[in-house]
């Protein structure tokens, strides 16, 4: 972390000049630092008072690190039905087992689940840890998390691999901070390497422009949450064959701070855009929020659904649920038709693995023509209703 010693610094204001991520300012007499922070040390470096400087945790190199061994998979249920992030996570899980030559396990909690358990193992599991308990039927963040916790430091498992959902993003910091291991979220790709077994967990950094490889060498087990629709899961094996464990839950285990009232379910558009075959997405080029019945007019001629960027989101035409990119979802259909959009890289890391991309743009340079498969040059107002006219016209 970044020290400021505000005995030494004169307020000069020349570490706020030096900072590119505008990370530290002066306030009063004194520096302060704020979380866009990533420890660059340029302030340090500056600093002509010293008064600045970047303390370093101390590595802590767990001691029985070598009794680690095999996968394990959070398999995540919502009111009781499986999420398909899981069968991805057993996608990449199974591959990751198969090279290190362990077993691959995959945890699930909940209530009235046990029929999952061959569809599992159908997916690729080995072994599936089931918890059964009626305090399960509903996601809480601390019992999910003690008993995960319970399970791993009881399996030492040597990696641990989540959704990167709104329940994985929750839980599993919880859990990591309960077994004393590193966590890398939302990563996009994880390898082993060869040489000494190492996960490398690579997901974006610095506002999405690289791409940061995170290995934990220290500490087991390596933990990652892995943002839905970018593994394939692996084809469904229904003649694989697997062991079911049952494990009991402590009454400790199972009491909760957190008491559900109600469970609702948003009447905003169900539609879940990671789920669906083809998407019409609007941008900012839409102008206003009259742009997405537009779009919907052509969604409906696709049997598709209505996505957004995040400045769409932003100007109130969309609600965030529909948002792709970054900080919104993963995308990969078959047809992403990208409307008024300009393409850039937080948008693009979100839709970019879609199978074809037609982008629909009045400026010829947009990023967004580097990634589509066809570009049409012209506003979309002109664009988008001969489209609808002549995809009418062919179904005729
Ligand atoms: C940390 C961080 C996270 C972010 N996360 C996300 C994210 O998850 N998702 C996301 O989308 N963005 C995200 N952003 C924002 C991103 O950087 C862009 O600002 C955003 O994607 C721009 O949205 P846009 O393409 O709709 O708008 P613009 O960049 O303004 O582009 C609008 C486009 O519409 C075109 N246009 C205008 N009028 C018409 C017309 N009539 N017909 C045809 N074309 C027209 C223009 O030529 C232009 O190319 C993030 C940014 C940061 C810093």
């Not at 379910?265 to 789920?275: A, G, K, W």
């Amino acid at each position: 972390m970044l020290l400021i010693d505000c005995e030494k610094c004169t307020a000069c204001a020349v570490c706020e000049s030096s900072c590119a991520f505008a990370a530290i300012t002066v306030l009063d007499d004194c520096a302060v630092v704020n979380e866009n922070c990533t420890l660059c040390g340029a302030c340090v470096e500056n600093c002509p008072e010293e008064a600045l400087r970047i303390e370093v945790a101390e590595k802590r190199q767990q001691e029985d690190i070598q009794e680690f061994s095999g996968i394990m998979v959070f398999a995540e249920c919502r009111h009781g039905v499986i999420a398909p992030v899981t069968y991805e996570l057993l996608g990449i899980g199974r591959k990751l087992a198969d090279q290190r030559k362990v077993p691959l396990s995959v945890t699930i909690l909940g209530h009235g689940i046990e029929r999952y358990c061959d569809s599992l193992i159908a997916g690729g599991a080995d072994t599936v840890s089931l918890v059964e308990h009626e305090n399960l039927a509903q996601f809480r963040e601390d019992i999910f998390a003690q008993i995960l916790a319970c399970i791993i430091r009881e399996q030492k498992p040597e990696v641990v691999l989540a959704g990167a959902t709104a329940i994985g993003r929750s839980v599993i910091p919880y859990v990591a901070t309960l077994v004393g291991a590193g966590l890398t979220a939302d990563c996009t790709k994880l390898e082993i390497r060869e040489e000494d077994g190492m996960l490398l967990q690579t997901r974006p950094a610095f506002g999405g422009n690289i791409m940061a490889t995170i290995e934990c060498p220290h500490t087991r087990p390596q933990m990652a949450t892995v943002r839905p629709k970018v593994m394939a899961p692996a084809v469904p094996d229904p003649a694989r064959k697997g062991q079911i464990l049952r494990i009991e839950a402590l009454a400790e285990e199972l009491r909760s701070a957190v008491e559900v009232l109600e469970s609702v379910q948003s009447d905003e558009d169900q539609v879940n855009i990671q789920e669906v075959e083809a998407l019409v997405s609007g941008g900012r080029g839409l102008a206003s929020e009259k742009g997405f019945v537009l779009l919907r007019e052509l969604a409906a001629e696709l049997n598709a659904a209505v996505a957004a960027s995040r400045a769409a989101v932003y100007s109130g035409w969309i609600p965030y649920p529909h948002q792709v990119g970054q900080t919104g979802k993963t995308v990969s259909p078959k047809l992403y038709i990208a409307c008024g959009i300009s393409g850039a890289i937080q948008h693009a890391v979100g839709m970019q693995s879609a199978e074809v991309v037609v982008a629909i743009n009045r400026d010829v340079d947009a990023p967004i023509f580097n990634i589509a498969t066809y570009g049409v040059v012209g506003d979309l107002y002109e664009v988008i209703p001969e489209l609808i006219r002549q995809l009418r016209e062919v179904k005729k």
